[in-house]
């Protein structure tokens, strides 16, 4: 099915001018006077389509441009060259209009008036984006009902725990009813229940109101749970983008066997095509790799040579996927620093 871009970046890049800094006291006086400066390239000619409806997983390692990204999205800063339209509209000339048709959270901080009780802060949103008073109830009463607001609207939003605080900046960032939602890692220090919580809330949002999500983050089970699509950026440049699905599918060489011994953990005389990746009290995790011999034939092989109690089968999650590729990359770092 072909959907309608609703994000477009072509060759986004954002540039930032870092001034040389000295160490030491003759450095700090150096620092004052000195013009000199470098430039680093936060993000790289990244070009993407992001569809209607879509609920995007924008991951990388720190300092990747995952937030740079964001803020070019969302109108916060301005690209040093390429093009984003964001629902036909390029965020930074048109902050205000964009506004009106996206949703932000930033986890690290709260979008809300800190001094405020979380009531007021709503208010005070319905103004900005002028709400009707029968929508806004309407959107309210919803949104309290999912995220369980009521009991949090007369605390000031400085005492709110990060649980609830989250709740409320969700709540406040879906209150004008946006198409497009902008989270970067908006389950960052939240506990089992509150990131179980967020997430059901997203999901709901993206599947009955189609409210196309972009989200950034460094917990792999929020993108195995929610994203149909990953997009990897490392050191500003895209290095995967595709179907969750189909990450898994093209990148994973190898299944997880999770083996149960009868009594004690045996050594293990292995195949090229085994790795014992852990081992635990009378079991042990092996890797499987592909090879000339199926899967089948291997598992009879142990229950033959070990007294085995159980065996069963894992594919990889998406997590081990990316940690997989970061490592390749930090590998053909190494290899290059090398050579150079
Ligand atoms: N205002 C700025 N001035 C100078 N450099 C910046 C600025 N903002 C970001 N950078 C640099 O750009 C790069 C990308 O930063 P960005 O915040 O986009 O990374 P990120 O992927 O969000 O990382 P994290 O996972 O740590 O949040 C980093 O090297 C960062 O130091
Ligand atoms: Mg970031």
Not at 95 to 110: E, L, P, S
Not at 201 to 217: C, G, H, P, Q
């Amino acid at each position: 099915m072909i959907k309608e871009a609703l994000i477009r970046t072509v060759n986004l890049t954002r540039e930032f001018k870092i001034p040389e800094s000295k160490e030491g006291l003759l450095g700090s006086i150096y620092n004052l006077f000195s013009r000199k400066s470098s430039v680093k390239r936060a993000v790289d000619n990244v070009t993407f389509d992001i569809g209607v409806g879509e609920f995007v997983g924008y991951v990388g390692e720190n300092g990747a441009g995952k937030s740079t990204t964001i803020k070019m999205l969302t109108g916060i800063l301005t690209p040093t060259s390429g093009q984003v339209l964001v629902n036909g509209i390029a965020p930074y000339e048109n902050r205000v209009q964009n506004a009106f048709n996206i949703g932000v959270v930033f986890g690290q901080r709260t979008q809300l008036w800190w001094d405020l009780p979380v009531r007021d802060s709503f208010d005070l949103l319905k103004s900005i984006y002028r709400i009707p008073d029968d929508k806004f109830k309407r959107t309210y009463h919803d949104l309290a009902d999912t995220l369980d607001l009521d009991p949090l609207t007369k605390v000031p939003v400085r005492k709110l725990s990060l649980g609830q605080r989250m709740r409320c900046d969700l709540a406040a960032a879906m209150l004008h009813n946006p198409k497009i939602l902008f989270l970067d890692e908006p389950t960052i220090g939240l506990d089992i229940i509150a990131k179980d919580n967020v997430r059901r809330f997203l999901a709901r949002i993206n599947k009955t109101s189609e409210v196309t999500i972009i989200l950034t983050t460094h917990d792999m089970d929020d993108i195995e749970t929610l994203c149909d699509r990953i997009i990897i950026i490392e050191e500003g440049k895209i290095a995967y983008d595709g179907a969750t699905e189909l990450l898994k599918r093209d990148y994973v060489r190898y299944k997880i066997l999770e083996i149960e011994f009868h009594d004690h953990n045996p050594e293990f005389k292995l195949s090229p095509m085994l790795e014992v990746v852990k081992t635990e009290a009378n079991k042990k995790w092996l890797h499987f790799h592909q090879g000339d011999r199926s899967i089948h034939d291997v598992i009879s092989a142990l229950f033959r040579d070990y007294r085995i109690k159980d065996i069963s089968i894992h594919e990889p999650k998406v997590g081990d996927i990316v940690k997989t590729i970061y490592e390749n990359r930090t590998q053909r770092r190494r290899v290059t620093a090398k050579d150079a």
